[in-house]
């Protein structure tokens, strides 16, 4: 079983349209976030979010909105898309921040967003 | 603001070699991890470390950490070609509901020859 899945893997479309990246966790987590890495392979931090608070990285533009209809799922959709838009987007999950036993992170495969 | 750098950032290796990968972090943190991408996929688990002199094996890799030097170091010992990938070490930061977030170092991308 897939713990953690996103759709799609392959996202291409054109400057100012609009998209969305599902994820869906099996975990039983509470905490979501969401990472972007860009072509020089780095990784950031743009939201964790569980069923009680949402904390936004202060670099992410507000056209990126996480929404999550349950506690299994976050998705992430993005108005108006650039160019530099263009990365791997990678959901992730974990129990509620990191805390008692259970310290691990768990990635999704990644959706990789071309923006033309 | 926690920042985590990671040294080398390419290292190529001949098979049968050891060598180790150096991860510091700017301020304290109590939880380090080490992932392994490969190309176009995704970040795989290695190890978690919570606690000062911490280490782990698996198979040819070793972690470590020091919390007082704020330094992890991940040992490849013996390197045969599938260890070829990038490698990352990341730190939890923040506090209250962002103290999950992980805050990421910029790889090794580790390259092993015969």
């Known amino acids: 079983d897939t713990a953690v899945s996103q759709t799609p893997k392959y996202l291409v479309t054109q400057m100012g349209n609009d998209k969305s990246i599902k994820c869906e966790q099996n975990?039983?987590?509470?905490?979501m976030y969401w990472y972007k890495q860009d072509s020089k392979k780095f990784l950031k931090i743009m939201f964790s979010?569980?069923?009680?608070?949402?904390?936004i990285n202060e670099t992410v533009p507000n056209r990126f909105s996480p929404k999550s209809p349950d506690k299994a799922h976050l998705n992430l959709h993005i108005n108006s898309l650039e160019l530099g838009d263009s990365a791997v987007y990678f959901c992730a999950s974990s129990p509620t921040g990191l805390a008692g036993p259970h310290y691990e992170q768990y990635f999704g495969p990644g959706t990789r967003l071309t923006v033309t | 603001e926690l920042k985590v750098e990671q040294n080398p950032l390419f290292l190529s290796m001949q098979e049968g070699k050891n060598y180790t990968i150096y991860c510091n972090y700017s301020t304290t943190s109590d939880r380090l991890y080490w992932y392994r991408q490969d190309p176009g996929k995704s970040l795989e688990s290695l190890f978690v470390?919570?606690?000062?002199?911490a280490v782990k094996q698996e198979g040819r890799l070793m972690a470590s950490l020091d919390t007082k030097a704020r330094l992890s170091t991940l040992h490849i010992t013996a390197a045969v070609h599938d260890l070829s990938a990038t490698y990352f070490c990341a730190v939890a930061g923040g506090s209250g509901g962002s103290q999950g977030n992980l805050i990421f170092g910029k790889g090794t991308k580790l390259s092993v020859k015969p």
């Open positions: 975990l039983g987590h509470d905490t």
């Open positions: 470390l919570l606690s000062n002199g």
């Open positions: 979010y569980n069923n009680k608070e949402l904390i």
